[in-house]
């Protein structure tokens, strides 16, 4: 038995209820079987394996039989943090790289990604000690925007504290980030975020980043890509790369990937026969319709998309769950539908053997939530070339 679908039932993997970890500590034993990064996992999952006759048997050479195995030689290792459901992972994965670790807060968007992936991404990210981090070569995460204080930063400095970067980002998310950055020191990394992360909080947002970036010996490059030019989806984000100083010469060794001269349309992504349940009904299509009239008398842009099916769509969010209204296809002689999850699967640059097994609801919220994988697949190409530079 090698298997790993036969694997996950009989140690009954359930990726919904993992509250101590414990599963993600086995999945991730388990990937790294063999290769010496499993150590970081070894105690828990042993303890977890040990009853079961597979592994008295040693018998660990699994066959991954998930839709995105990782590759067996990877060119580079990396980690997968704020990782959602794994649009990241799935560039980095097909540009040669192994994820040795992983994190995901939403129960929901676990399940998806261990149905894909076969690995639970442990939980909360802020209460796991980066020493427990294996050692990788890229650090990827598509973190949330907040904002910092940066109250008594200056007095800080003034009294010779060393890393006040780390006080100043810290109760963020991205305090998280420049922990394991300043622990593991990974030759690169890779960040996402949406477009206003350059002017959120005044602009303070981004310097304080930036700063720690800097003030931890990594060149940062960033710039503000729309998904638009891989996928027929507006869709602008700001992505920042940074590279140890150390080791890489700045921008002499990255280059941000050049963007395909022709535009994909949204036509291209659509089902033929999709279910009639998306179709809007006449009491929601009439509200958009109203809703629409009545801002705009008053000078607003709100309203429903309905999108040119030779063109590219508004931004997916992840609250189209809730009406669809931002994207809404025409339909001849009926009203409007929004897109079924597969199309918005589609409209990330997902391929469809993706495994979506979860509600309406949840899918819907997950891609939205999600990359534009050709984006970042030819982002993570850059970085590799850059990588894999001789360096002296």
């Known amino acids: 038995m090698n298997l790993y679908s036969e694997i996950r039932e009989i140690i009954k993997i359930q990726p919904f209820k993992d509250e101590n970890n414990i599963q993600a500590y086995v999945t991730h034993y388990l990937h790294n079987s063999g290769n010496g990064i499993s ?120 009294l010779g504290k060393q890393h006040g970067f780390l006080d100043e980002t810290q109760g963020t998310l991205f305090f998280d980030i420049a922990r394991i950055l300043k622990e593991k020191r990974p030759k690169a990394f890779m960040l996402e975020n949406v477009k206003n992360l350059i002017t959120h909080d005044k602009g303070r947002t981004f310097k304080v980043i930036y700063n720690t970036l800097d003030a931890l010996g990594y060149s940062v490059h960033y710039r503000i890509m729309d998904g638009q030019y891989f996928v027929p989806q507006h869709r602008e984000r700001i992505i920042i790369v940074g590279f140890d100083r150390a080791v890489y010469n700045g921008d002499e060794d990255f280059l941000f990937p050049e963007l395909p001269e022709q535009k994909p349309a949204i036509r291209d992504i659509l089902e033929k026969n999709p279910d009639p349940k998306y179709t809007l009904s006449d009491k929601l299509w009439n509200y958009l319709q109203n809703y629409a009239v009545k801002h705009k008398a008053k000078g607003n842009g709100f309203g429903f998309g309905l999108t040119d099916l030779q063109g590219v769509s508004r931004t997916l969010s992840a609250r189209y769950y809730k009406d669809g209204s931002e994207i809404l296809i025409p339909q001849k002689g009926q009203n409007p539908r929004r897109l079924t999850p597969r199309e918005c699967a589609r409209l990330q640059g997902f391929p469809d053997n993706f495994i979506i097994p979860v509600s309406d609801n949840q899918a819907y919220h997950q891609f939205g939530n999600s990359v534009v994988t050709p984006l970042i697949h030819a982002v993570a190409k850059q970085v590799v070339k850059a990588l894999n530079k001789p360096h002296g």
Do not use: M
């Open 39 to 158: 150590g970081y996992f070894a105690d828990p999952a042993i303890k977890y394996l040990s009853g079961y006759d597979f592994f008295k048997q040693k018998k660990l050479d699994l066959e991954w039989d998930i839709p995105f195995p990782s590759p067996r030689k990877p060119a580079f290792s990396f980690i997968d943090l704020f990782a959602g459901i794994g649009g990241i992972r799935l560039a980095y994965q097909k540009a040669g790289g192994k994820c040795v670790f992983s994190s995901e807060y939403n129960k929901f968007a676990k399940v998806t990604y261990e149905a894909n992936f076969g690995e639970i991404p442990f939980g909360d990210i802020t209460v796991i000690d980066e020493k427990s981090i294996p050692d990788h070569d890229v650090l990827l995460a598509g973190f949330p925007c907040q904002p910092f204080s940066i109250a008594g930063v200056s007095k800080k400095n003034s």
